[in-house]
């Protein structure tokens, strides 16, 4: 049987790589056209002096058809040998560029697309190449080592490619010194670096291509030395840099890779996951993988390898695994928040949040977890607690300061440790008000007042004379809707609530109503509506007054016409008054403006007339003698209104003593005051 033929499909990369080499030596090999002499016998002169450049194998074309005249000029002294200083001082072409005079293609080999080497375009050919008899074929000076010349730790000039083959971590090819498995060792390339195939091609020669689904971009585009330096490096896998300082070479970079794939480690959070295990701890090796983004596992179930998945309600993006929704996975405001506000209206449209006019001030201001959690509750709606006791946690004067609590005005809080609670609150805030986020009426309530109240209270605006404020649907102006230590929710007591709308006419009088006194204004008014003027109780204001004072105005059968005419306030006024017995202005002045008595005298013309002012009364010690010291200014028994006695003469013995024996028991009070 014959032999099997041997598989060479292997060295069809290599062969690619040599052909090119193969045709620079046959190049180097040909006869330069610009050389015709043969070696002369002068070189024997110089062969005196420098007999060991004849010694090896290869030899420069040049010297064997021209001798040592074709690069050199004879520079012999009349009497010695040749005494040129330098080399380069006795080449035919100055500068160290006679190479260029036979090989001038070598160094315009760069067009088109192709790339001279450098040493070529400076015309540094003895950098690589020996002009005697090298050791090394096309006159190479050290072989497969010469590139380090140049490109080594060590070499000088210093370039910015510094290559180390004996250094830990270095490129296999490159430590075996075999540089022309990678780069092409000629004058020119027609790719970049002399590669001898672009990248990633050359990286695929010996590594493997990765081809799951998801492809690192820079892999995925054959950007190969984004990551890894193709020499060597003290990272491994010739990394440019180790770790979480390898990737952020281009994710800490906006402009370098997409805005979403930016990484901002100074942002007020930072995924602990970065902190403790870097990239790793969530991202596969950095080629290629199953998931999006180079996951470990999809986001959905990635998350949960460190966080608890949620068993309760939970929100529909947690439950859909749509954690980056909401969440950066790197870094971010608060939590890991993509938005410090507002990060909610990117699901949630803030037209079906608040469609009406009244916001609640969270949902306005971006709060929203002021109310909701953000994965799970055991609440509806996934609020934070149930809704009597969540309004609470702001609304409650004693509730802990948060942010939340603390942005609610003063106005806005309860003191629920008042002694009176509206009872609406037993069956939660929604009995009054929207708990959603927005609403038609004014604090969210679910109806305008006094509507509102009517729903529980009967209505006080059906009455011929209804309280101004209760008429406006201004119930909240007396009463506090929630808590109050006044009962019936009263802010404030006595007449100071009255006084908050009306006028204080009680403060700074001489004489005032024992009930306004006492802040009993509800004993005569009443504070909604009333069928009679004034709010008052009884049908009229004299019987307001009578339903205290009957017993004092109807003790006579004989009634005073201005009590039946004008009424009780046609003297007193009902709160308070400059004058005794809430009177406008004294007695006499004040029976005056009805009776003619401008004098001041009154009875009899004996003497001047009778004194109705100025000095005391007998019969009430400390008060001043006037019409009410003989009349009672309601009712009598007198026809003209006597306190005592049923006539004229009888009225005067009530201070003068027993004057018709009818009653010897009066004495004489004007004679006795006197004598004192």
Same mark, same amino acid.
Request: hydrophobic share 30%.
């Given at each position: ?373 953000? +994965?799970?509750?055991?609440? %509806?709606?996934? *609020?934070?607690?149930? @809704?009597?006791? =969540? #309004?609470?946690? &702001? /609304? !409650?004067? $004693? ?37 959603? +986020?927005?609403?038609?009426? %004014?604090?969210? *309530?679910?109806?305008? @007042?006094?509507? =509102? #109240?009517?729903? &529980? /209270? !009967?209505? $006080? ?216």
């Amino acid at each position: 049987m014959a032999d099997p033929i041997p598989d060479l499909s292997h060295l069809t990369h290599l062969a690619s790589r040599w052909r090119p080499l193969v045709a620079a030596l046959v190049a180097a090999l040909l006869p330069a056209p610009a050389l015709a002499q043969k070696a002369s016998s002068s070189d024997e002169g110089c062969l005196g002096c420098h007999a060991g450049l004849a010694q090896r194998s290869a030899e420069h074309r040049s010297y064997s058809t021209g001798g040592c005249s074709s690069c050199h000029q004879p520079d012999r002294g009349a009497e010695g040998p040749c005494k040129g200083a330098a080399k380069h001082w006795t080449t035919v072409v100055g500068d160290g560029k006679a190479c260029l005079s036979c090989h001038a293609s070598a160094q315009s080999a760069g067009g088109g697309e192709r790339t001279v080497h450098s040493a070529v375009r400076l015309g540094q050919c003895l950098g690589c190449h020996s002009p005697h008899r090298p050791k090394g074929e096309t006159l190479l000076a050290k072989g497969a080592a010469l590139c380090l010349r140049c490109h080594g730790v060590n070499s000088k000039p210093k370039l910015k490619l510094a290559v180390d083959p004996q250094a830990k971590g270095t490129h296999a090819p490159v430590e075996g010194g075999d540089c022309q498995d990678c780069h092409f060792q000629t004058h020119s390339s027609a790719s970049p670096m002399h590669l001898t195939e672009p990248v990633p091609g050359l990286c695929m020669g010996c590594h493997d291509k990765k081809l799951q689904e998801t492809r690192h971009p820079p892999e995925a585009k054959g950007e190969c030395l984004s990551c890894h330096d193709a020499h060597g490096s003290s990272h491994p896998k010739l990394l440019k840099e180790e770790g979480d300082a390898l990737c952020l070479r281009c994710h800490a970079q906006p402009g370098k890779v997409p805005a979403r794939a930016v990484i901002d480690l100074k942002k007020p959070a930072v995924h602990a996951a970065i902190e403790s295990g870097g990239c790793a701890t969530c991202h596969q090796p950095p080629h290629a993988g199953t998931a999006v983004k180079l996951l470990l596992k999809p986001a959905s179930q990635l998350c949960f390898d460190c966080h608890d998945k949620p068993t309760e309600a939970t929100h529909a993006a947690v439950r859909q695994g749509k954690c980056f929704v909401c969440h950066d996975p790197h870094s971010g405001e608060g939590p890991l928040l993509r938005q410090a506000k507002l990060s909610c209206v990117r699901c949630h449209s803030p037209e079906s949040l608040v469609p009406r006019k009244v916001r609640h001030a969270p949902v306005t201001e971006g709060r929203c977890t002021s109310c909701h959690f953000g +994965h799970k509750s055991k609440e %509806k709606a996934l *609020l934070v607690e149930a @809704p009597g006791a =969540l #309004c609470l946690k &702001c /609304h !409650d004067k $004693k509730s802990p300061e948060s942010p939340a609590a603390a942005a609610v005005g003063g106005p806005f809080r309860l003191d629920l440790a008042k002694a009176n609670v509206h009872p609406a609150l037993d069956g939660g805030c929604d009995a009054c008000h929207v708990t959603t +986020h927005s609403g038609d009426q %004014k604090r969210l *309530l679910t109806k305008a @007042p006094p509507e =509102l #109240c009517y729903d &529980c /209270h !009967d209505r $006080k605006d059906a009455t011929p004379f209804v309280h101004t404020a209760v008429k406006q649907g201004q119930c909240t102006v007396c009463h506090d809707p929630h808590t109050a230590d006044q009962p019936a929710l009263a802010r404030d007591s006595g007449a100071a609530l009255c006084f908050r709308c009306h006028a204080d006419d009680l403060t700074g009088r001489n004489s005032t109503h024992a009930p306004a006194a006492q802040g009993k204004c509800l004993a005569c008014h009443d504070p909604h509506g009333s069928a009679n003027k004034g709010n008052l109780r009884q049908g009229s204001g004299d019987a307001v007054c009578l339903s205290c004072h009957a017993q004092a105005v109807d003790a006579g059968k004989n009634k005073h016409p201005a009590v039946e005419i004008k009424g009780c306030t046609g003297c007193h006024d009902p709160h308070g008054a400059g004058g005794a017995t809430l009177l406008s202005t004294t007695v006499p002045k004040l029976c005056g403006e009805c009776h003619d008595q401008q004098d001041g005298l009154h009875v009899s013309t004996i003497g001047g007339g009778h004194r109705i002012s100025g000095v005391p009364d007998p019969r009430r010690p400390g008060k001043e003698l006037s019409c009410a010291s003989c009349h009672n200014p309601h009712s009598s028994d007198s026809p003209k209104l006597f306190r005592f006695g049923a006539d004229t003469m009888e009225s005067c013995d009530g201070c003068h003593g027993d004057t018709t024996g009818k009653h010897p028991e009066l004495k004489d009070l004007v004679h006795k005051n006197r004598e004192r």
